[in-house]
């Protein structure tokens, strides 16, 4: 794993405080904080887990292909997890949340599946090994935070969170300084934000190099950035300092999308408008998705986002930190967050990535 000295121990689990009157939960508040947080998750029901098959019941397990995968039946066929072949992704059965962002749109994720690490990259048979085991029985039908969680932690009008060391390691995240020459028809804010310019500490990669914040770019991240924080700092993912140097997920939309990293679900043909792929049921909660928006960057990915699955009007929705919004979020300025139908996100998805 990636270490600085000091690092920060961060919670394993965040408290949910449930508000009257409603099902609805939200993150433990500071007391100033109580009036701006919007209702991010809520829990509304609960999986049976005797009956799906971690109590009692025979467990069945399926290997299908593309991609290759290995996936966990219940005595009653459900499917009770999913792990695919050259990923640490699991996507777990569990009870069911409601993901919604009311400041920037009505659509709401109702999931009951729950991203997580594995600790070592899954493979065939590994669900006969020890590690494999210990892992599953920790944290299926367990309601710690998952990748998620995380990256809701991070929306608009999320609460500070700190660490034992006074970190503020969740909040409300922006996008980036707002840009110099953005009224010259350039971008309106500035990119480079990485997640140590977020929590305003340096932080030493696994290469040795050693990156320093930015003051101007506190508590923000753009895109890559983003997921670099919900997988990497928070999640435990390997992490380079840059696109070339290290392993683990690297800095930019592009590098992480040609990376070897991971299983590439929907394969990378190319960045014109002929090569958006055209079939993406593949996709499951949890996939890295990778888009080409800007004809400036030539030939690079320039925008990365991370699959929920589909809200409640059947949309295929995704979560990424964004110019228009200022930040993280599920929301419709700019473009709805839909890789369905031939909308803006939509018509520029190129690849699909499962880590």
Same mark, same amino acid.
């Given at each position: 794993?990636?270490?600085?000295?000091?690092?920060?121990?961060?919670?394993?689990?965040?408290?949910?405080?449930?508000?009257?009157?409603?099902?609805?939960?939200?993150?433990?508040?500071?007391?100033?904080?109580?009036?701006?947080?919007?209702?991010?998750?809520?829990?509304?029901?609960?999986?049976?887990?005797?009956?799906?098959?971690?109590?009692?019941?025979?467990?069945?397990?399926?290997?299908?292909?593309?991609?290759?995968?290995?996936?966990?039946?219940?005595?009653?066929?459900?499917?009770?997890?999913?792990?695919?072949?050259?990923?640490?992704?699991?996507?777990?059965?569990?009870?069911?949340?409601?993901?919604?962002?009311?400041?920037?749109?009505?659509?709401?994720?109702?999931?009951?599946?729950?991203?997580?690490?594995?600790?070592?990259?899954?493979?065939?048979?590994?669900?006969?090994?020890?590690?494999?085991?210990?892992?599953?029985?920790?944290?299926?039908?367990?309601?710690?935070?998952?990748?998620?969680?995380?990256?809701?932690?991070?929306?608009?009008?999320?609460?500070?969170?700190?660490?034992?060391?006074?970190?503020?390691?969740?909040?409300?995240?922006?996008?980036?300084?707002?840009?110099?020459?953005?009224?010259?028809?350039?971008?309106?804010?500035?990119?480079?934000?990485?997640?140590?310019?977020?929590?305003?500490?340096?932080?030493?990669?696994?290469?040795?190099?050693?990156?320093?914040?930015?003051?101007?770019?506190?508590?923000?991240? +753009?895109?890559? %950035?983003?997921? !670099? =924080?919900?997988?990497?700092?928070?999640?435990?993912?390997? &992490? /380079? *300092?840059?696109?070339?140097?290290?392993?683990?997920?690297?800095?930019?939309?592009?590098?992480?999308?040609?990376?070897?990293?991971?299983?590439?679900?929907?394969?990378?043909?190319?960045?014109?408008?002929?090569?958006?792929?055209?079939?993406?049921?593949?996709?499951?909660?949890?996939?890295?998705?990778?888009?080409?928006?800007?004809?400036?960057?030539?030939?690079?990915?320039?925008?990365?986002?991370?699959?929920?699955?589909?809200?409640?009007?059947?949309?295929?929705?995704?979560?990424?930190?964004?110019?228009?919004?200022?930040?993280?979020?599920?929301? +419709?300025?700019? %473009?709805?967050? !839909? =890789?369905?139908?031939?909308?803006?996100?939509?018509?520029? &998805? /190129? *690849?699909?990535?499962?880590?």
């Amino acid at each position: 794993m990636p270490k600085r000295k000091g690092r920060p121990v961060l919670h394993a689990a965040t408290v949910l405080t449930l508000l009257a009157g409603s099902a609805y939960f939200t993150f433990e508040l500071r007391q100033d904080e109580q009036e701006k947080v919007p209702a991010v998750q809520s829990v509304t029901d609960k999986v049976d887990l005797e009956n799906s098959g971690k109590v009692g019941g025979k467990q069945t397990w399926e290997r299908l292909r593309a991609p290759a995968r290995s996936v966990l039946r219940s005595e009653g066929g459900a499917v009770i997890a999913t792990f695919t072949d050259g990923a640490r992704t699991a996507t777990l059965k569990g009870p069911s949340r409601t993901f919604t962002e009311p400041s920037n749109t009505k659509s709401r994720v109702v999931t009951e599946d729950w991203v997580r690490l594995m600790p070592e990259t899954w493979r065939k048979g590994a669900e006969k090994e020890k590690w494999f085991k210990d892992w599953f029985k920790e944290f299926y039908g367990s309601e710690e935070d998952d990748v998620f969680a995380y990256a809701f932690q991070y929306i608009e009008g999320a609460p500070v969170k700190k660490d034992d060391e006074g970190i503020a390691y969740a909040g409300d995240a922006s996008f980036g300084p707002l840009n110099p020459n953005g009224s010259e028809g350039n971008d309106l804010r500035d990119e480079l934000s990485d997640f140590y310019d977020y929590l305003g500490i340096p932080y030493t990669f696994r290469d040795g190099v050693t990156q320093q914040p930015e003051t101007q770019r506190a508590r923000a991240v +753009d895109c890559s %950035g983003f997921q !670099r =924080l919900v997988w990497g700092y928070r999640a435990r993912y390997p &992490l /380079r *300092s840059s696109d070339t140097s290290g392993d683990g997920l690297p800095r930019s939309a592009n590098g992480m999308a040609r990376s070897d990293i991971g299983a590439d679900i929907i394969p990378l043909k190319g960045v014109g408008a002929s090569d958006r792929p055209s079939h993406i049921d593949v996709l499951q909660p949890g996939d890295l998705v990778f888009f080409k928006l800007d004809q400036r960057t030539k030939q690079r990915l320039d925008h990365v986002g991370m699959y929920m699955g589909h809200d409640t009007d059947g949309h295929m929705i995704f979560v990424s930190s964004r110019e228009e919004v200022n930040g993280p979020t599920i929301g +419709d300025k700019g %473009g709805t967050s !839909r =890789l369905d139908g031939n909308g803006y996100y939509a018509s520029t &998805l /190129r *690849s699909a990535k499962r880590l």
